[in-house]
């Protein structure tokens, strides 16, 4: 799709589709280096020189998926990212493709901002630096209904809305059982509408990874409720125990929220090999720098972890991600 955008004539809205495509094939490539820069700058131009003139809706939805790329490029680098899913928002509005007749193109395109933009919400919910929050106000969300298959977001943002919100000793005693009904039946929700009933014989990776974005969202929720719903203690070690019975037959994961919050659960040196082995299945030869952040990340869980075992403590799986996320210089996506 991208592919053909970049290729469809020689205007400056595709121009810059090609553009910020050679930019990211670079940066996978060999890093980020000084042509990426130069890439990257050209594409910007020809974005800047495409906005200068009316356009219509197919330039319109190639601004968006040139915009979508230098997004997906700076995730790595800086807290940008932020500001190219509020591009997005404004180029919709700006040429009302929210209530145009939307191709398939403007959908797919669509939906990668809204899943860049709920994984970054995520992260903007355990980032805990004085308070602050370098991606400003960004949201696109509302702009149009998220379809069936991106259900799983839209859990993952109620998630992560309910065991960020006050503590319990901050409700009265009915705002506490109102809370904890709606916890049960948001884990109910997630059980009986996500995880696939598919012998793993049959399964294809794509349904493999889903699984496991699935068993990670479970994980979460069971791990930051643990204190309130102790009956999901054992179904969330269930959960981690296949998820890491999933890691040896995945050929990659590419989703970075599952590979973070199901690998930080890894306990036996057994478990780690089979995550870290996932881990540079997915790497392979790419030189970009998400998963190294992941993999970054989780073994500092471990190290945190092998501490408070050692001197038999018990860490708040809140805090603990907190203070993990907010130990990153560029805050990350976990797209």
């Not at 805990?128 to 960004?138: N, V």
């Not at 209904?145 to 919100?165: D, G, Q, S, W």
Request: glycine share 4%.
């Amino acid at each position: 799709m991208l592919m053909r955008m970049a290729l469809a004539d020689d205007g400056p809205s595709a121009t810059a589709v090609l553009r910020s495509l050679l930019a990211f094939s670079y940066l996978h490539c060999y890093g980020h280096q000084a042509q990426v820069v130069k890439l990257k700058i050209t594409a910007v131009r020809a974005l800047k020189s495409a906005s200068r003139s009316l356009i219509g809706a197919k330039e319109g939805v190639r601004h968006i998926g040139a915009t979508m790329i230098l997004c997906s490029i700076q995730t790595s680098i800086s807290d940008e990212w932020a500001s190219y899913i509020r591009s997005v928002k404004y180029i919709i509005i700006a040429e009302s493709l929210s209530s145009a007749d939307r191709d398939k193109d403007f959908q797919v395109l669509a939906d990668w901002a809204s899943y860049h933009e709920s994984l970054g919400r995520f992260s903007v919910a355990h980032w805990a630096r004085d308070g602050t929050d370098p991606t400003g106000s960004f949201c696109v969300a509302g702009l149009y209904k998220r379809p069936e298959h991106l259900k799983a977001i839209n859990f993952l943002e109620e998630i992560y809305k309910a065991v960020t919100k006050k503590r319990s000793e901050e409700r009265s005693v009915e705002e506490q059982g109102d809370y904890l009904k709606y916890l049960r039946i948001l884990e109910f929700k997630i059980r009986q509408t996500l995880l696939p009933n598919v012998a793993h014989d049959d399964d294809t990776n794509a349904q493999r990874v889903t699984e496991l974005f699935t068993l990670a969202l479970l994980v979460y929720l069971g791990r930051a409720t643990s204190n309130l719903l102790p009956e999901l203690v054992d179904k969330t070690e269930q959960h981690i125990e296949k998820a890491f019975s999933i890691f040896p037959i995945v050929e990659r994961c590419d989703r970075q929220f599952p590979l973070f919050v199901l690998g930080c659960e890894a306990r036996s040196e057994e478990d780690k090999v089979v995550y870290l082995e996932l881990i540079s299945r997915t790497q392979g030869r790419s030189q970009a720098g998400p998963l190294v952040q992941v993999e970054k990340l989780v073994k500092a869980s471990w190290a945190q972890s092998d501490l408070a075992d050692h001197a038999g403590l018990k860490i708040d799986y809140i805090e603990k991600l907190n203070a993990l996320i907010s130990s990153c210089t560029v805050m990350p996506t976990f797209v």
